[in-house]
Antibody
Framework: QVHLVESGGGVVQPGRSLRLSCAASGFISSYAMQWVRQAPGKGLEWVALISYDGSNRYYADSVKGRFTISRDNSNNTLHLQMNGLRADDTAVYYC????????????WGQGTLVTVSS | EIVMTQSPATLSVSPGERATLSCRASQSVISHLAWYQQKPGQPPRLLIYGASTRATDIPARFSGSGSGTEFTLTISSLQSEDFAVYYCQQYNYWPPITFGQGTRLEIK
């Protein structure tokens, strides 16, 4: 079983930065990990993906160039560095783990809320 | 980018009845389609992947079908705990991975 816990959310002014973390209990070092977000009252939006070893990273166009996904397999931790935050980045951010061989989201954390507001 | 369109936006069904939710892809995603259930204040829960394979511990009343561009999630004999929002997601062409806008299943 895998348990994911996000942290680092909060209220931040437009243009500022925030770093989210996702701590995993259970095995994640052989699996790709992802971030998905959900604006208040809205649907799900994929944000970023990192391969099991960190060698490949992919981003949604809406965050490309501003967000950076990274991982520390020795500490079972996933990160999302968010720079140049905008009001439309306001959302609950979930980390999620894939099952092997499928680009779906099998395990989810409870999410951390990021609010971008002046 | 593959656009996923779900219908209807809201579905009202009585407990014990069958619910049929639809998802359409803007181009073929073969069978690389997943369904999720989300209840208020909770993260989504994976129900179906590969268009028709139930995820671990998902009850048999949930079934998925379809291929190409047209997909269906069927919930037979609705239970009280099934009233939630349902999302489809394609993973054939990525990035980006894309979700439908959701169908809200409410009690009639």
């Amino acid at each position: 079983q895998v348990h994911l816990v996000e942290s680092g959310g909060g209220v931040v002014q437009p243009g500022r930065s925030l770093r989210l973390s996702c701590a995993a209990s259970g095995f994640i070092s052989s699996y790709a990990m992802q971030w998905v977000r959900q604006a208040p009252g809205k649907g799900l939006e994929w944000v970023a993906l990192i391969s099991y070893d960190g060698s490949n990273r992919y981003y949604a166009d809406s965050v490309k160039g501003r967000f950076t996904i990274s991982r520390d397999n020795s500490n079972n931790t996933l990160h999302l560095q968010m720079n140049g935050l905008r009001a439309d980045d306001t959302a609950v951010y979930y980390c999620a783990r894939e099952p092997r061989g499928r680009r779906v989201f099998e395990y989810w954390g409870q999410g951390t809320l990021v609010t971008v507001s002046s | 980018e593959i656009v996923m369109t779900q219908s209807p936006a809201t579905l009202s069904v009585s407990p014990g009845e069958r619910a049929t939710l639809s998802c359409r892809a803007s181009q073929s995603v073969i069978s690389h389609l997943a369904w999720y259930q989300q209840k208020p204040g909770q993260p989504p829960r994976l129900l179906i992947y590969g268009a028709s394979t139930r995820a671990t511990d998902i009850p048999a009343r949930f079934s998925g079908s379809g291929s190409g561009t047209e997909f269906t999630l069927t919930i037979s004999s609705l239970q009280s705990e099934d009233f939630a929002v349902y999302y489809c997601q394609q993973y054939n062409y990525w990035p980006p991975i894309t979700f439908g806008q959701g169908t809200r299943l409410e009690i009639k």
